[in-house]
């Protein structure tokens, strides 16, 4: 008997333990994504709270993009504030990246920032904490907010649209799963950079040029190797495919070096197309 009275409180507090703490991380899908379940109401709170918003950010360099070029390395930023009247002292999350408003995956997280791990679920890698995420800003309150960053490395050229999904779930750390936690899904889209040249073949590696330096403040230097004799032009693109610049340069005398003055540059992500014959190079650079 004295048996049979031990155990019962020892079963009783795992199972307590087992079904009230999350802390260490949900498995499954539960971003909002299309081949995923959607939040944490199973465990916190029954429903979305509009109180917590979440926002995304892509950076190159520490610069904020609307648009990824094919193979580059990025930081995607997920950004949650706390407006509602619950003081909300950490946070856990799930993220992951899709193709479109599909199920298929879109890149890498190449980079998991400490206290997170990578599981697989549906076909998609998803990003989620293993242990409670503290606030980047305030602590827990009104106006506190909840930022978590990682590297992403994209898909290949031709992918397209590549959406971003996540819950964020802040919670009252009180060590169990209530009503007291608040969560909420958000989700965004960055298109896929391209540029467009009628009657070009695009084959990096023939121009041997490079622009310098990156990033750059003031003037950015293009340095033209080996390129076809005659005229070569150099095409300054933003973010967005919009023209921002251009010469055109007799490059009958070799290893010539242009320069194009920035001053009046948004900052962000250049995409400087040299053009010669029938070839053409791009060289991403940076703005600061």
Known sequence: MRKSFLLLP???AFAYLTLSSNSGGKSGNLTGSPSGSTGCGSCHG????????????????GVPVTHYKAGMVYTLKMIGTN?????????GYQMVTVMGTGSTQAGTFSTV?????????GGLTV??????????TGTGATGTVYTLSAGWTAPVAGSGTVSVHAVLNAVNNNGGDDNG?????GTASFQEWTVSHVGVAEVDGQNNAVAYPSPVTADLNIALGN???GTSQVSVFDINGRLVAQQSINTAVANQVTTFGTDRWA?????VVITSGNTSKTITVVKK
């Open 83 to 91: 407006t509602t009247t619950f003081t909300l002292p950490k946070f």
């Open 267 to 271: 900052q962000g992500i250049y995409n």
């Open 127 to 136: 990003l989620g904490q293993t242990t409670p995420n503290s606030p980047s």
């Open 227 to 229: 390129t076809q004799s």
């Open 46 to 61: 029954n429903s979305a709270v509009t109180g917590v918003t979440v926002t995304f950010e892509l950076d190159s360099a």
């Open 181 to 185: 936690d608040k969560w909420n899904t």
């Open 113 to 121: 920032p400490t206290g997170s791990n990578t599981h697989t679920s």
């Open 10 to 12: 020892l079963v009783g």
